[in-house]
Nanobody
Framework: VQLQASGGGLVQAGGSLRLSCAASISLFSISTVGWYRQAPGKQRELVASLTGGGTTTYIDSVKGRFTISRDNAKKMVYLQMNSLELEDTAVYYC????????WGQGTLVTVSS
């Protein structure tokens, strides 16, 4: 199983980025998709998740700014990030889980002042 994340980059504070994650497997059988991030010197944290039934969860610091979505037919997972803040700087990882857990490689998001 391969997950290919893309869309990271350098953006000014207040700007937006859209992360994409292309999966090599069908998402119809995947219970939950999510995005994690790991900032320098910090532990990896779950930023957002989305179940097959449409339930979303977000960490408090991104609520109202980030939106997770999935397109099962296209085997894609997205993270729309708006009003980016310096504290959002991190490597972002997509992950799928159900009976098994899959990880993609990270994509770096750098927010500058």
């Amino acid at each position: 199983v391969q997950l290919q994340a893309s869309g990271g980059g350098l953006v000014q504070a207040g700007g937006s980025l859209r992360l994409s994650c292309a999966a090599s497997i069908s998402l119809f059988s995947i219970s939950t998709v999510g995005w994690y991030r790991q900032a320098p010197g910090k532990q990896r944290e779950l930023v957002a998740s989305l179940t097959g039934g449409g339930t979303t969860t977000y960490i408090d610091s991104v609520k109202g700014r980030f939106t997770i979505s999935r397109d099962n037919a296209k085997k894609m997972v997205y993270l729309q990030m708006n009003s980016l803040e310096l504290e959002d700087t991190a490597v972002y990882y997509c992950s799928l889980w159900g009976n098994s857990r899959y990880w993609g490689q990270g994509t770096l998001v750098t927010v500058s002042s």
